[in-house]
């Protein structure tokens, strides 16, 4: 995996294809390629390690040209980055393939395959599929069936962009487990990972379901679904537009994304909360009939969007008495837990193609669970797709790495869920139209939290040399804390874990000395006095504390406690306000650091292999 792009035009198609990397450039890679079908009907090929820059100063040594083409950016799954296992892949001079994905056989076809007499050139799971597709058109079948035939006998997750140069006028796709879209133009035909990719030369899109093959020449699409039949799919007008995707005037992707939370957050309300209420059609037109029999939440998620969901059990156990499990996806695929029919699943994810919720969302479904919501940033995702009902973040692209607004907007959509179900059982009237008016009024409360942008800068100067640090947080403030950590190791490289601050004494204090900064979030809340004493801990055995606190809470700087006041606007959604600050924490500390902001190591944007 990372990054698709294909095209099939009557002009030049290397611009466009490099354009798409460019835009594709978030979801993190280790190297890029292109090839082209040229103008005597061969196909060249450029790699690069690293960069799309690289590839891009490449081919202006060594231009390419071609009015058919694919190209891709890479995330190293099998093989090392290198050159040789960059994207495109070639069987013979004569298929080209790009792919999204992992084919989980690959070492029985890799073994079959060199006894045909296949030399394969990387250590990829991807040159399979290339060498396959060449193996039936060797047979005599065109690229459409030769490319159906082969992903056949592959096993596992896939999203392909293929050509041949017997076939110059033709591109191929399919999607199994990856998400592909076709961008539709006039006299021009687009593919690609992401809509993102494409949004300069077309705003009207096809997307691709699961099992979907589609074969794409200037003037036509052709579309087959899993079992080889002939379907229409609906062309969707996109909202997106380039610009929506550009970074401004802001340094990075990230802080970009930081500052829009205001925006993002009124967005995700607009429409959705009327006369102190939740409108409980923004959910879907089932959604009351649904939300009348639920009993019980399981919610399921990866990194970040677990980190909201934990937040969320709070919330509807709290507030709406209502039981709620949270699990990682990737562990409760596989625990096959006792499925409980009344039990709500959400699933969570800002992509909507997080492969291993996906696959949790389905094994729900076969378990024999409850009814599913989906709440995520991408109304053509496969998650919005497969759930029952959904709630869009309406967060905006987010192309920075590291989640920032897709969070915040998750807990709100969390917060609006917890509300409308907790009606039914322990939230009042009354106490809705305070949740409401605190969501209403977070937009103005976010604006003022952002202004502690220079004070945090400055406070990340005595980060710069560190090492490792500790968060620490109480009750609903402890998922806060560790996404405050999960930020900093992201973009900083610092290690970095949080603790429940109670836990101090049961293994974390053995840690704290002069040299581990301990950061700790702290509300005016119930756990104020406690959070209190386990600081005092930290205090007593020399370390440095650095402390978000509520204005009212009445602490104030000392020797190794170092308090920086939050603005008011607290209540039952302070969780969504002191995660603000320690995304701006991380941040200024990765400035520091010298590291890729928005692009860092080892990372992708859109994690769809398991």
């Not at 490099?18 to 061969?42: F, H, K, M, P, T």
């Not at 949270?326 to 992509?351: G, K, M, T």
């Not at 998922?479 to 950590?485: D, K, Q, R, S, Y």
Request: glycine content about 10%; aromatic content about 6%; proline content about 4%.
């Amino acid at each position: 995996m990372c990054g698709i792009v294909g095209a099939v035009a009557e002009r030049d198609v290397v611009g466009i294809l490099l354009e798409g990397l460019r835009r594709l450039e978030y979801r993190g890679y280790d190297s890029a390629g292109i090839a082209v079908i040229n103008g005597e009907g061969c196909i060249e090929r450029e790699r690069m390690l690293g960069k799309v820059q690289i590839l891009a100063e490449a081919l202006r040594v060594r231009p390419l040209r071609g009015h058919l083409g694919i190209a891709h950016t890479r995330w190293a799954t099998h093989g090392q980055p290198s050159q040789r296992n960059a994207h495109p892949h070639i069987c013979k001079g004569g298929v080209a393939v790009v792919h999204n994905g992992i084919i989980e056989n690959h070492a029985v076809l890799r073994q079959r395959q060199l006894a045909q007499g296949y030399e394969f050139t990387s250590e990829t799971d991807t040159e399979v599929v290339v060498h396959q597709i060449h193996l039936h058109q060797a047979a005599g079948k065109g690229l459409l069936q030769a490319t159906r035939d082969a992903i056949a006998e592959l096993e596992g997750a896939y999203a392909l962009g293929v050509v041949s140069n017997l076939e110059p006028g033709q591109l191929i796709a399919a999607r199994r487990g990856s998400p592909l879209v076709i961008g539709v133009g006039i006299g021009e035909h687009f593919i690609a990972s992401d809509v993102a990719a494409l949004l300069p030369v077309t705003r009207r899109f096809i997307f691709l379901e699961e099992g979907d093959m589609a074969q794409l020449s200037r003037d036509a699409i052709t579309i087959y679904d899993a079992s080889g039949n002939q379907v229409e799919r609906p062309v969707r007008e996109s909202a997106l537009t380039a610009a929506a995707a550009e970074r401004g005037h802001y340094r990075h992707y990230m802080l970009k994304e930081i500052h829009e939370q205001p925006r993002a957050v009124a967005e995700t309300l607009e429409g959705r909360v009327a006369a102190g209420r939740v409108l409980e059609a923004s959910f879907g037109p089932e959604a009351t009939a649904i939300f009348d029999r639920i009993k019980a939440i399981q919610i399921i998620a990866c990194g970040t969007s677990f980190h909201a969901g934990m937040v969320a059990r709070n919330w509807f156990e709290g507030l709406a008495g209502v039981p709620c499990h949270v699990e990682v996806a990737s562990e409760f695929r596989y625990r096959h837990p006792v499925a409980n029919p009344d039990a709500l699943v959400v699933v969570i994810s800002q992509s909507g193609e997080t492969a291993d919720t996906l696959a949790a969302l389905r094994a729900t479904r076969k378990w024999g669970y409850g009814p599913s919501l989906a709440i995520c940033n991408v109304p053509e995702s496969s998650l919005a797709r497969e759930a029952d009902l959904t709630l869009m973040t309406r967060a905006g692209p987010e192309i920075g790495v590291a989640s920032t607004k897709a969070f915040t907007t998750q807990l709100v959509a969390l917060l609006l869920l917890v509300t409308a179900i907790g009606r039914r059982h322990r939230i009042s009237a009354e106490r809705e139209a305070i949740i409401i008016g605190q969501l209403l009024a977070l937009p103005r409360h976010l604006e003022e939290v952002l202004k502690l942008d220079a004070s945090i800068q400055q406070l990340a100067e005595r980060f710069a040399d560190k090492h490792h640090a500790l968060f620490l947080g109480r009750g609903v403030q402890y998922p806060v804390a560790l996404e405050g950590a999960l930020k900093l190791k992201e973009i900083s490289y610092i290690h970095a874990e949080a603790y429940p601050a109670g836990e101090l004494k049961h293994g974390p204090l053995a840690l704290v000395d002069e040299e581990m900064p301990v950061i700790a979030v702290a509300p005016n809340d119930e756990l104020l006095e406690k959070l209190k004493s386990n600081l005092e801990e930290v205090r007593a055995r020399g370390g440095e504390l650095y402390v978000f606190a509520d204005y009212d809470t009445g602490m104030g700087s000392s020797e190794r406690l170092h308090v920086i006041t939050v603005p008011p606007g607290g209540g039952h959604v302070a969780p969504i306000i002191f995660t603000i600050p320690l995304q701006l924490l991380a941040y200024h500390v990765a400035i520091l650091k010298g590291t890729d902001v928005d692009q860092p190591r080892n990372l992708a944007k859109s994690v769809t292999v398991e």
